[in-house]
């Protein structure tokens, strides 16, 4: 059974930085994907990051250059380091798995989620 367990998350000031992990157990990563996902109140949950298990990479427009996805498989742990922080950022993050190896953002494409991890932005 895949469970993915979110850590990490916090208030922090704009400008600030965060790193968020996910806890990965009953998942193989070879041929797989994972991905970050947000969900602000009143809006709907929107891909932040994904990562494949050959190490690539891709992004959300919005997060391009601050967000860095990276994966560590030996302590089968997802991670997403958030620099730069605006208060846009503010939301609930998950991290989601999926069985097929293709860098997707799209929240449908996904099976596995975890319970989130509350981000919090102030100005």
């Known amino acids: 059974q895949v469970q993915l367990v979110e850590s990490g998350g916090g208030s922090v000031q704009a400008g600030g930085s965060l790193r968020l992990s996910c806890a990965v157990s009953?998942?193989?990563?070879?041929?797989?994907?994972m991905g970050w996902f947000r969900q602000a109140p009143g809006k709907e949950r929107e891909g932040v990051a994904a990562?494949?298990?050959?190490?690539?990479?891709k992004y959300a427009d919005s997060v391009n250059g601050r967000f860095t996805i990276s994966q560590d498989k030996a302590k089968n742990t997802l991670y997403l380091q958030m620099n730069s922080l605006k208060p846009e950022d503010t939301a609930m993050y998950y991290c989601?798995?999926?069985?097929?190896?293709?860098?997707?953002?799209?929240?449908?494409?996904?099976?596995?989620w975890g319970q989130g991890t509350q981000v919090t932005v102030s100005s």
């Open positions: 989601a798995a999926k069985k097929n190896p293709f860098l997707d953002l799209g929240r449908n494409l996904y099976t596995y």
């Open positions: 009953g998942y193989t990563y070879s041929g797989n994907s």
């Open positions: 990562i494949d298990s050959n190490g690539w990479t």
